[in-house]
T-cell receptor, first 111, second 115 residues
Framework: EPEVTQTPSHQVTQMGQEVILRCVPI?????FYWYRQILGQKVEFLVS????????KSEIFDDQFSVERPDGSNFTLKIRSTKLEDSAMYFC?????????FGPGTRLTVT | AQTVTQSQPEMSVQEAETVTLSCTYD???????LFWYKQPPSRQMILVIR??????QNATENRFSVNFQKAAKSFSLKISDSQLGDTAMYFC????????????FGQGTELSVKP
């Protein structure tokens, strides 16, 4: 069964550094998403992406964040200058319509 | 704005028993989708069940079923014959009926199934 994959599974970075989180969505899906879950809290929407552009973004998704689909298969989330409060689990999801399928997540730790 | 509320932070159930997890939501939309996602200790988000708001019939998936009360804006999940593998965090989520729409999650209910 096709699945969403994410790399790396765990990323440790120093405050102020740039990180890129990578996702490979399910191949025939059209809609792509990033969500964030701070430990012990609910899952929060960051951004949605369709037809090579951002469809919607949340208040969390400020100028430090960007997304890209560089080659038709990968979908990346870049954080330009990480802060301590960016430490969280980041989930990628993809969908053809209404059912979103999630990847296993990347745990980002900012020290 | 839409909100999703899960008022039970933790629940426990004996193996083979039935448990119901509660979820309420607030929206002015008439057409939308509701979901339950399971998050085991691995933290993977797994879709359990989906309900379309325009359907009166409650969705079922094997041991999982929902009680969807549109007027009351209530969407509970019933797990029958609970198994140890059902131990997980369960999130209720709302989505407007718009392809590519975002999921809005509740705070989650941590379910423990005891042998």
């Amino acid at each position: 069964e096709p699945e969403v994959t994410q790399t790396p599974s765990h990323q440790v970075t120093q405050m102020g550094q740039e990180v890129i989180l990578r996702c490979v969505p399910i191949s025939n899906h059209l809609y792509f998403y990033w969500y964030r879950q701070i430990l012990g809290q609910k899952v929060e929407f960051l951004v949605s992406f369709y037809n090579n552009e951002i469809s919607e973004k949340s208040e969390i998704f400020d100028d430090q964040f960007s997304v890209e689909r560089p080659d038709g298969s990968n979908f990346t989330l870049k954080i330009r200058s990480t802060k301590l409060e960016d430490s969280a689990m980041y989930f990628c999801a993809s969908a053809t319509g209404y059912e979103q399928y999630f990847g296993p997540g990347t745990r980002l730790t900012v020290t | 704005a839409q909100t999703v509320t899960q008022s039970q932070p933790e629940m426990s159930v004996q193996e083979a028993e039935t448990v119901t997890l509660s979820c309420t939501y607030d929206t002015s939309e008439n057409n939308y989708y509701l979901f339950w996602y399971k998050q085991p200790p691995s933290r993977q988000m797994i879709l359990v069940i989906r309900q379309e708001a325009y359907k009166q019939q409650n969705a079922t998936e094997n041991r999982f079923s929902v009680n969807f009360q549109k007027a009351a804006k209530s969407f509970s999940l019933k797990i029958s014959d609970s198994q140890l593998g059902d131990t997980a965090m369960y999130f209720c989520a709302f989505m407007k009926q718009s392809p590519g729409g975002k999921l809005i999650f509740g705070q989650g209910t941590e379910l423990s199934v005891k042998p």
